[in-house]
């Protein structure tokens, strides 16, 4: 069993990870930019497994983008 050092170390990293938006592999990150995907991708973690993931599409063309913001 870790001790509860390890344990606040681990936890401590997760978080470190999390708030700088370090939770994904860079493969994944490369797919999310050549898709260009701005849409919502959520994790749902239970026991330290993933239980459930999932994606709400919101990726746009550019002549989207541009009717947007225009």
């Known amino acids: 069993m870790r001790s509860e050092?390890?344990?606040d170390r681990a936890f401590q990293e997760l978080r470190r990870r999390v708030r700088e938006a370090k939770v994904l592999s860079p493969a994944v990150e490369s797919l999310l930019e050549s898709v260009r995907f701005t849409g919502r991708?959520?994790?749902?973690?239970?026991?330290?497994?993933?239980?459930?993931s999932g994606y709400e599409e919101g990726y746009f063309t550019r002549r989207q983008d541009e009717r947007m913001t225009g």
């Open 5 to 7: 050092d390890e344990q």
């Open 41 to 52: 991708l959520s994790v749902v973690v239970q026991n330290g497994k993933i239980l459930k």
